[in-house]
């Protein structure tokens, strides 16, 4: 490792002792990676001094002196309870476990909902802006073309390299945490030049339209290139922010993508031959009528039984505007007393969703608008629930193996039928 | 006549990630490895649906695969598997990613990679395996019938 006299300094104990401990767990790090320095980062979205039910009970009783174990022990991996400072650069915490209004409606013990009270009170008080979502990109957090940035979330990961340009490789809890004391991660993978270039080829050969083409496109492309960087061509519409978000968040989910190159639309993707810069396609992938088919009854294989209990759209998070397709659909209708409708953003959509009122048509209609977590992180469902319809291949991935339920996948307007009749009735295509 | 048996050792040399030595079974998978979503840090236990490891724990094994995917959540699933007592004894993999390299960093457990045969080929479960993370060194015992 070459290490700036700055960073020597941190590692020597000149900023204290938490950043000592942060700078020597980024250097046990990046040796573990290969890499040979650090850059310099203005911006971390990472989960600082969180805790699950098992840390809190873990780390009982074990603060003292008024210092953090949690964040000692875990999130530095440090042998030492240390005092922690605040952030030295701009950190933003992503998603959690309770919504702070409905955590009653998620069933969170209230023992739980108090710790996780604290541990939010504990990142505030080290200026940690408390952004609460999957989706900072859509909360105030955008990185510019460029930018180095130490993120967790893949879904956030991906959408920073990809639709931004700006490099992040996809962090971790401790890595994080330590970059939020620091401003350092290691220069690896997506922050070099050399590295975002992409590996292989996917040629579009099927109308890609809607939010749920997307979703299911983005799902094939993961499966195809695992964590591979794909190049997708083919004559599709230019995607907006919503199409792009669901896309990305299927290709990490059902592979492990962290950049993608979009022709013609994503910032280093103007041709092909930018997006593969010096390399040669190590394959292509036709993506055409019987490969959607197929993703579409993967992404239904463990659905049979119609009678739907439950419907959960905002995987990632909700923006502004899917809210606002969801009320358009639900004003002057009631979901069906035999299903629950939830719906996830973050606190910041979901405070101008409410300006705008949206959230009061939902609630009207009987579904519920929720923030900071989702089914699948909080594991929460309606008690009772066996079979759901999402409207997210991520979700549609995720929820079955975490929660055992059946999970069909549609479009939004499918999901939101299925809550008002409580029944799943579309016709496979 | 009765079976008796003897043993062979095979040394693979690479590149170590975290240091320090350990030895155990060796438990083998040819899939990468998930992490939050996929994976149980109290029970030490690989829950994703259609994984070959599914149900099997890693606990004081010697794991030997292909690499990380999935959520940035890797590393603390892993992690927390260390305070639940329930980590592998030693990482040996193929694939470097930055979900693995925090993982091995954080779970403090011998780690080697870049080995200079494929240890998927070489190492199958139930192998005796000793792993220098120092030295970047894997030995593989092998139970040979006679």
């Known amino acids: 490792m070459i290490l700036t006299d700055t960073e020597k300094a941190m590692l020597d104990g000149e900023g204290g002792k938490a950043r000592q401990k942060a700078m020597a767990l ?16 203005r911006n971390v979205a990472g989960v600082p001094g969180s805790a699950s039910p098992f840390l809190q009970n873990y780390y009982a009783g074990k603060d003292a002196d008024g210092l953090d174990a949690i ?8 042998d030492e309870l240390v005092e922690i400072p605040a952030a030295l650069v701009p950190t933003y915490h992503l998603q959690g476990g309770a919504d702070p209004r409905h955590w009653q409606t998620l069933g969170v013990k209230v023992e739980v909902f108090r710790s996780y009270q604290e541990r939010e009170a504990f990142a505030a008080s080290h200026d940690v802006g408390i952004l609460k979502t999957c989706t900072p990109y859509l909360a105030g957090n955008v990185p510019a073309k460029g930018e180095h940035c130490a993120w967790m979330e893949s879904s956030a990961v991906i959408f920073a390299n990809s639709v931004l340009g700006a490099r992040t490789n996809t962090e971790g809890r401790e890595s994080t945490s330590a970059a939020m004391l620091t401003g350092k991660i290691p220069d690896w993978g997506l922050h070099r030049a050399e590295c975002r270039y992409g590996t292989h080829r996917i040629d ?14 983005g799902y094939f492309v993961g499966d195809m290139v695992q964590e591979r960087i794909p190049v997708i061509a083919g004559p599709f519409a230019r995607p907006e ?34 997006a593969f810069g010096p390399n040669t396609p190590q394959a292509t992938f036709v993506y055409g009528k019987a490969e959607q088919q197929r993703v579409y009854d993967q992404l239904n294989a463990n659905a049979s039984d119609p009678n739907v209990d439950f419907v959960m759209l905002g995987c990632p998070h909700a923006a502004l505007d899917q809210l606002r397709e969801a009320a358009t659909l639900l004003a002057g209708t009631r979901v069906s007393s035999n299903c629950h409708l939830w719906i996830f953003t973050s606190r ?31 594991q929460a469902l309606p008690p009772g629930t066996k079979v759901a319809a999402l ?19 549609g479009s939004t307007r499918d999901c939101i039928e299925a809550a008002r009749t409580g029944r799943w009735s579309v016709d496979r295509p | 006549m009765k079976a008796t048996s003897t043993s062979v050792t095979i040394v693979l040399r690479g590149r170590g990630v975290v240091g320090g030595r350990a030895e155990g079974e060796a438990l083998v998978t040819r899939q990468t490895i998930p992490g939050w979503g996929g994976v149980n840090p109290q029970q030490g236990a690989i829950t994703e649906t259609r994984h070959e490891l599914r149900g099997q724990s890693f606990k004081d094994k010697v794991l030997v695969f292909r690499g990380a995917k999935g959520s940035s959540g890797w590393s603390a699933m892993y992690h927390t598997a260390r305070l639940a007592g329930t980590a592998p004894r030693a990482l040996v993999f193929n694939e470097m990613t930055t979900k693995v390299a925090l993982g091995a960093v954080v779970m403090r457990v011998p ?13 199958e479960t139930g192998d005796w395996v000793r792993v220098d993370g120092d030295l970047g060194v894997v030995e593989i015992v092998k139970k040979v019938e006679k």
Do not use: N
Not at chain 1, 71 to 78: H, I, K, N, P, V
Not at chain 1, 391 to 409: E, N, R, T
């Open chain 1, 204 to 217: 579009v050969q099927v109308p890609v339209e809607s939010v749920m083409d997307w979703g299911m496109l």
């Open chain 1, 71 to 78: 964040f000692s022990y875990f999130d530095l991996d440090s």
């Open chain 1, 348 to 378: 910041a959509v979901d405070a101008e969703a409410r300006r705008l009122g949206y959230v009061k048509t939902i609630t009207d209609a009987g579904g519920v608008v929720l923030t900071d977590t989702c089914s699948a992180f909080a």
């Open chain 1, 241 to 274: 922010i919503v199409r792009l978000k669901h896309f990305g968040a299927a290709a990490s989910s059902s592979g492990g993508v962290e950049m993608y190159h979009l022709v013609g639309v994503t910032p280093e993707a103007p041709s092909i031959e930018d």
């Open chain 1, 391 to 409: 409207d997210s291949a991520k979700q549609a991935h995720y929820l079955p193996a975490i929660l055992g339920v059946q999970a069909w996948f």
């Open chain 1, 26 to 41: 980024l250097v046990r790090y990046a040796e573990a990676l290969g890499a040979e320095r650090f850059v310099d980062t």
């Open chain 2, 111 to 123: 780690s080697v990679t870049d080995l200079d045969q494929d240890p998927l080929e070489v190492i």
